[in-house]
């Protein structure tokens, strides 16, 4: 029969290109306090919601740009393309998992709980089946989400369609807290920052998270050429679903977009400091003499220092930017007799692009050997 | 009902994002010879064949690079989705049509004809019902398409998978061109050139085309910041679909892939110098004398020169590049006395990146007034 | 003699590479109301001060970099390289002249006369013979460039190192605005903006300036890859020394750095709209519709806008980016009625990388016909 | 006296920049064989012989390009700007000098012996007083130059200037190495390969180098942005002077410019293998099964690999680019049962950007464990 020999020839001349010919890219953000940094991004979307690519371009994406973890949040209520895509709300999760499994990506099952305000978009993660959360009732569809042993954050808190003018926290999303129904918050979404999440997450004691959201292909959205996607850094005991899951119970994430990072100073210190590296020979510095300490920064983050306050016995420059990947100097010129007293010298330095809170910068103390 | 609710809020909520906060790239390739230069993709897949994207994304990706037109040419008798995804053949013209009218990306219904060797792959262009492409008699699709009006070429036709070992013209390709049934043929399809095809084309009289044949979303694909993705260039009398087709079948077209351009001699010379500007003011060059010309190349192409004969009278640089989008000087050095005795001041030189035939440069005077 | 064998087979083997092999940018930035825009620098050292290149260097960086014209303005009262480079201070200016005019760009003769504060650092544009400029007194110094025609302007006002905490106008700067002694000022000097200065410039009726003042080789000051050298653009009459004489003393400039531009209204207006293109075909907006309109960027400068008060009877985007070299896409939301009675759809924008003062940005409005 | 009080004005207000605001780039190419491998450029020019930048821009340049070791090999007999600038032949290197030791650059005293060929020019390294290499005999020059202890290479042995047609090895450079006044020669100069240099290192046993020879700002003859300059690697015991003499007398160096390594295969085989890292645990392969290894390259080398033949029992890419700084999958197929009887699957692969003769690349062997 001509269709089968049809069929057959076709099956030897398509050989799929499974990731040939491609690479991966490094990220170069440091491992901290025994945890392992994942990279990770917990909000995208597919065809089988009102996303535009097939659920492999998700992990293909993930693998090239050096992502540990994703989970594909396809919508449960909105589905745009159904006249043309039928299937159940775990199918975008079946399709891209055996590519997820080739590529050493972990996937994680979600779905995207989709309402009005309040309480608005939620995700729910680590779900082991998205059709059972299509229910009337919006507390129907998270508890069912909890019995699954999901992990529930709120999406783009301060959406304008959603919140138009203030960013508001709302009685319903002090039930939900209540309840074990809200874990974490989106204090970043695709290319919007909400402060109000920031300071939430800090005093409602919820777990940050940096997602891109993304319906199209990622390059379509996001500079990857020469900058990285938006993610949620995790602080994992092991590369596992498990240790992300762990993780993410017990706050351990920070918030990393462009060249900025939000978190708790308790990660943001760490992560500053394992980043960099210099000899720790005594400086010996005395008045009106000057000193050179070269700092390598072997992240990809350009660090931008400001001085909080002047060292005792000697200057230091004012404003210092530790590049990426580079050595940078920074100088200190003895400027009293007292530097020679000294046993340590401490530089005291705001990082301008590492926020623990909407208004507050980390502030780090360098402190060089002098005798 | 609550459903109706639901679905009213969502309307609301998700506003599309209609190419807002995007950017065009202007693709500067001159017009030639009172023709306009399209930029073309005329082969690329959606999710409705075995492509990994929305047919939208292909219409947007087009206008974000650039192009004037694009086909989307989904398999007849491959659709790996099919479990998931039904509809017609149609289906991705209908989807991606809309979105074309808006961003003024001129889109022409076609379909790729999937075939062993021979006579292989052959994109139907200019269709009007891919369904009736559905035959299991490769001649009878091609004829069908051709009653319908199409353009037809061959795709890839040394493809590796049909074609392991030599690139071969089959007997069924000289049948398929007597009986009007092939028109065009891809000298460079996604990152392979097929140097055989370039120089049937111009023995056959075929069509020259350059295209992606993309699957996935494009930037996957390309690299796309400091390049361009490969296109075919057609030398239109007017920016609409009968425009493009006029100059399809009476073969004005260009391949240009990287820093690459292929084609005939009648375009590729006035191309080359209608992207150069330069002053023609009389050089009065002596014996033992040196004058500078400055050209100017307004075009995307960085042209790699290399003399090919001396001048009389005069040297000239060996080696020249005349970078895109910058100002490069040409030194003349007066040698004999004869030099005076010029008019005219020919400086012969080949184009090393533009190709007439598989091992034939484009070879270029330049003509500098002398007196 | 042996000697002299020597000399001769090297005069043959140094060939001189007269800018071979090398091009020039082109920068950008549209003529205005039938003036040419010159990019010029008017500040630079070279070894015959306190520089660390020859004279001709910084010839060849401004071909490169696409600049118009320069001045070389070696300090007269400061040059740590004495010991051992012994000249006059016309010298680097006779060094530079030939390779100048080979590469046809403009070098004026110029020098810094330097001094504590007041005054502070002053170029002396358009003289004759620096070392006339030699004198005890810094009035006799200027009084001395003024009597060669010069056009004097105040360096780098608010530099740290001569005015730590406060930018102040001198009463010593008053007496040589009032003595004709004082034309022009540095808005923007190397990597600094000094806003009193870009208000000064508006109040007392100075030409304003952004120069680099760059001291070492152009590429290790500024990143010129993907950007461009400080500059100040001159509105002149004609491509000639006198055109840009003329030109500054009567106050047609503005500055230009990294992505921003300062000046006059007058002319940041005209600039704006002659780097646009768009059509002019009625927009025909009913309420409750979208209609589009492509607007072209041809100059090298991204364009930030803001919109300053929303048009009867439309909505249009908050904030659009018009990218350089890039086509964007702004959109008219008809939303009331009252739009179908409007002949044209005013926009207001503020162009957020356009000052006027350093408190104001250049309000611009797009009307677009609509009937 | 006013002079006075004008130069102490002046010593306050001129605070040198010492590389403030400034990084130093990591050039990622792996210490081997327990040596360290340093970045070295032997040849380069200043204003005290044809250059036109000052000695120190010369250590500035080297150590934000992230070299160990330079040295600066100013003309002996050729000093065209000896009309401005006074002073013997060891001042640049007296300049430099301070400026190196802050920097931590090595800096290794040398000068470039200047001849018709044969000999050509020869650069004399680790010379402790240039002036006495000013001889009218080039054969007393070398001799001064070893008498104290110099490293002698012969330069740009197939320069245009000096070899039009032909790059020959004439009588007297034997002559030259029968007497101890040859050691190295330059395979790589400024953009021009000489391959019969790299045959004739290999064959007569000199030390290969690869040198900018540059006489402008580094920038202006290199692209650094995305690229490096040109650079002679050594493999030396120590960081230090004396560490690299005895490289250098010891043949321990690799040429590398662009993407491109050359050496001897003891050296670019280590130096391939240790800028790579991937997992070794038994890959397990049956037939008709597919196992992926993914390699990670933390150097700055794209490696491009071509296979030379096929393993036994798989199949694998025929070619694969290693990218710097990402990890790359390779793909082994199962193609027949004796696979699993294989304890390591051994790949052969031709590394087409590592050379080690005119006419050969570097063939690795990787061996992964099977069972």
Chains 1, 2, 3, 4 share one sequence.
């Not at 659920?55 to 994406?61: A, D, H």
């Not at 508001?168 to 209540?178: F, I």
């Not at 900058?227 to 992300?244: E, Y």
């Not at 010996?284 to 072997?298: A, D, F, P």
């Amino acid at each position: 029969m001509h269709f089968r020999k049809t069929l057959f020839l076709i099956s030897i001349l398509f050989v799929v290109e499974l990731a040939a010919g491609q690479s991966r890219k490094i990220i170069n953000v440091p491992d901290i306090l025994g945890y392992q940094t994942l990279k990770c991004d917990f909000h995208m979307h597919t065809v089988f919601s009102d996303g535009t690519v097939w659920p492999t371009i998700r992990v293909e994406e993930a693998w090239r740009e050096g992502l540990d973890a994703i989970s594909i949040t396809d919508h449960i209520e909105y589905r745009p393309h159904s006249k043309d895509i039928i299937s159940g709300h775990n199918r975008s999760f079946e399709i891209a998992e055996p590519k997820a499994e080739n590529l050493n990506v972990l996937l994680i099952q979600a779905a995207e709980i989709t309402r009005g305000m309040p309480p608005g978009h939620l995700n729910a993660l680590f779900i082991r089946n998205a059709n059972l959360l299509d229910r009337e009732d919006v507390n129907d569809a998270l508890k069912e989400a909890r019995e699954q042993g999901a992990f529930i954050l709120w999406n783009h808190p301060g959406w304008k369609s959603q919140q138009p003018d203030t960013t508001l926290w709302w009685e319903e999303h002090s039930e939900l807290l209540k309840n074990d129904l809200l874990h974490g918050i989106e204090v970043f979404n695709s290319r919007s920052y909400y402060p109000e999440a920031l300071d939430w997450a800090n005093e409602k004691k919820l777990t940050m998270f940096c997602n891109t959201d993304v319906h199209g292909p990622i390059g379509m959205s996001f500079e990857l050429e020469n900058s990285h996607r938006p993610m949620t850094l995790v602080f994992a005991k092991s590369r596992t679903l498990g240790g992300i899951k762990e993780a993410l119970f017990n706050r351990r994430t920070a918030v990393y977009f462009d060249n900025t990072l939000m978190g708790e100073p308790d990660f943001l210190e760490p992560l500053f400091f394992a980043s960099l590296e210099y000899g720790d020979s005594p400086l010996r510095l005395k008045n009106e003499e000057t000193k050179y300490v070269q700092i390598k920064n072997n992240s990809d983050i350009d660090y931008e220092l400001e001085m909080v306050q002047p060292g005792i016995g000697f200057d230091c420059q004012e404003s210092v930017l530790l590049k990426a990947h580079h050595i940078t100097t920074i100088e200190l010129n003895g400027n009293s007799d007292e530097v020679i007293g000294m046993k340590e010298l401490n530089v005291y330095y705001r990082v301008k692009n590492m926020f623990v809170s909407s208004e507050e910068n980390l502030v780090v103390t360098f402190s060089f050997r002098n005798y």
